[in-house]
């Protein structure tokens, strides 16, 4: 496993986290965090609580005290099957015998005149959590994993221009990253397409690089960045800001990050023959 002096990486993950606390993001504490089923259970819950009253009655009067733990397996076989994944749900949801189907998060509505729609909105949670350990096999922790009412859909490993360039940050990806475990060939839902994160970011002080697929040294990533004067890269930053501030005081900041999974996220779909 690649390794580095994390001094300049934790600052800059610490900046990150504080300043989407300041636009609203929950913390979370990766203890809290499910491994097996990867997810926030505690957010899953809430949100359907919270946005769904009248349903989670029901599962309560027909599960009682299992309620909580056949919603979050439901939850896990819909993420898994070969028609849905994380995409999917928080888009449309997932049915629970005794209750119907249950959304999973709410788009931001076109106006304020449906207060019950503008409610549930308001009431999407945004979480990130730190050095989040993913993994029944090892201790291998992700530097933040960013998370939807409970359901995860972005993972981001950072490295700073102090000690490692973006290029570590993928290699980290492609080596230690793998959606299958080396060692016990289970796989990792977490980083599993479709079923975990939606996307996987590399980030570094200056460039950001994007994957929506995970596949040992085949991982293919893509720039996220906004250009440096028609040249590749970004702008140098203002001070005490970095060339990659956008990312978290834009494309993370609530309406656009709810707005980019809702609405311009696309899952290709492929017809194959199997002779």
């Avoid at 990253?177 to 975990?196: D, H, V």
Wanted: with cysteine.
């Amino acid at each position: 496993m690649m390794t580095a002096d994390p001094h300049h990486e934790i600052h800059l993950e610490s900046h990150i986290v504080d300043q989407l606390k300041q636009q609203g993001w929950l913390e979370g504490d990766h203890q809290h965090y499910d491994r097996a089923r990867a997810l926030y259970p505690g957010d899953v819950i809430g949100w359907i609580q919270d946005t769904q009253p009248e349903a989670w009655e029901k599962l309560r009067r027909v599960h009682g005290a299992d309620a909580e733990t056949t919603v979050l397996d439901r939850l896990v076989k819909t993420l898994a099957s070969r028609t849905c994944g994380t995409l999917e749900v928080l888009r449309r949801g997932f049915s629970v015998a005794g209750a119907g189907a249950l959304a999973m998060s709410q788009a931001k509505p076109e106006d304020s005149r449906n207060e019950t729609v503008t409610a549930r909105y308001t009431a999407n949670r945004l979480r990130v959590v730190r050095q989040l350990r993913y993994s029944l096999d090892n201790e291998n922790a992700i530097d933040l994993v960013f998370f939807i009412n409970g359901l995860p859909v972005a993972t981001v490993e950072i490295k700073t221009d102090f000690t490692q360039s973006v290029e570590a940050a993928k290699q980290q990806y492609r080596v230690d990253r793998k959606p299958k475990s080396a060692t016990t060939g289970r796989m990792e839902p977490l980083l599993s397409f479709r079923r975990g994160a939606v996307v996987h970011f590399a980030l570094s002080d200056s460039e950001i690089y994007m994957a929506t697929k995970l596949a040992g040294e085949s991982t293919f990533f893509l720039p996220f960045n906004r250009g440096n004067d028609g040249a590749a890269g970004n702008p140098l930053a203002p001070e005490g800001e970095y060339p990659v501030s956008y990312f978290w005081n834009w494309i993370l900041q609530k309406d656009n990050w709810l707005r980019i999974f809702h609405r311009f996220v696309l899952l290709e779909r492929k017809e194959v023959e199997d002779a």
